[in-house]
């Protein structure tokens, strides 16, 4: 068994029988999005903990949320996208102020 054979079975074994590229992926556009909800629904757990050792790992959520978040966004603005499929009035963020 040669070393491709040896990565297509352990990549079988991860990810099952069906092939990386049998499921289309979703736009960045929407992995933003996806990564910015993931980021506010970490803050939101932040301020809902009170245990210190809950508080640390919202805080670890919360810093890798961000993390990622403007990881995509830097990859976005490289590929030009400007925009997020969501008008900024429907965000969480519009609302609060």
Known sequence: M???ETLQKIQDYVYGSEKLDAKPLP???IVVEEARQEWLNAQHYYNSV???DLVDHAVYLMQAAEKKYVYLL???RQEGIV???YTV???DEYKKL
Request: hydrophobic letters at 30%; zero cysteines; aromatic letters at 0%.
């Open 2 to 4: 040669n070393i491709i």
């Open 74 to 76: 830097k990859q976005a």
């Open 27 to 29: 736009s960045l556009s």
């Open 89 to 91: 009035a429907d965000s």
């Open 50 to 52: 009170s245990d210190q």
């Open 83 to 85: 925009r997020s499929p």
